[in-house]
């Protein structure tokens, strides 16, 4: 039986009041994305350096045909898919990066935490002071 719009807005009321109040907890109740969204995730770094690989590439390719060397057309063609090779490689097939596992929680597991923290607290201290 779906939720009528009224029980709808209600439901939508009460989880951004629970995320207010309680992040980390509202966090829990949020849904895991799919093994097929977790299965095809790109890395950034790896598109745009890719990209900037195959655009050398095509600007070699284009400098080859226009100076006629054959060689230098080939080497622009080689360097293109080396960088479309590098854009495909960032995809990564295992199960996504879960929380608290980015490049700051790796060198400093507490920086992420502490940062929050902060935020955390300047949020409450603005709110004290704004009613």
Known sequence: MPLSEYE???LEELEAQLADEDPKFADTFKPEPSAEARSMELSIRDL????LVAIV??????????????IVGVLGVVVMFAGF?????????????GKGTSKASKLDPDASGKFMDRQNQEWERRRREGR
Not at 57 to 70: F, M, P, R, T
Not at 85 to 97: E, H, L, M, N, V
């Open 85 to 97: 090779w590098f854009i495909a490689s960032g995809f990564r097939s295992g199960p996504s990066q």
């Open 57 to 70: 590439g095509i600007a070699v390719l284009v400098g080859g045909i226009a100076i006629e060397q054959v």
């Open 48 to 51: 745009v350096l890719g990209l």
């Open 8 to 10: 709808r807005k209600m």
